[in-house]
């Protein structure tokens, strides 16, 4: 079993020594519309992280109120207008996506 381990360490290890800059691909996108695409497909998961980020501050505003009632309804205001940003950016990101799937050019014939 050891054995087994060494070797595949070693192949990955002389993989490594065996690339070179060729193997780089210094341009990943080949036109604008493909970067454009790929940060589109990334603002969701960042606006995800914030939202999940806005609810984990309410939630300790709403247990640090110690029984304040302002503070209590502060954290209830800010958790809501999370919730709302949520739908907002789902709704937002599903028109973009529905724009994009119609007006897909696909070849005829």
Request: hydrophobic fraction near 55%; avoid cysteine; charged fraction near 15%.
């Amino acid at each position: 079993m050891i054995e087994f381990l060494v070797r595949i360490f070693n192949a990955g290890v002389a993989h490594a020594q065996t690339a070179t800059l060729d193997d780089l691909d210094p341009t990943p996108f080949d036109d604008i519309p493909d970067l454009a695409n790929s940060i589109l497909n990334r603002i969701p998961y960042f606006l995800g992280g914030l939202a999940l980020a806005a609810i984990i501050y309410s939630g300790a505003l709403y247990i640090l109120a110690l029984g304040d009632a302002t503070k209590i309804e502060t954290a209830k205001k800010n958790f809501s207008w999370t919730i709302v940003g949520i739908l907002a950016t789902m709704s937002i990101y599903m028109v973009i996506a529905l724009i994009v799937w119609l007006t897909k050019s696909t070849p005829i014939g």
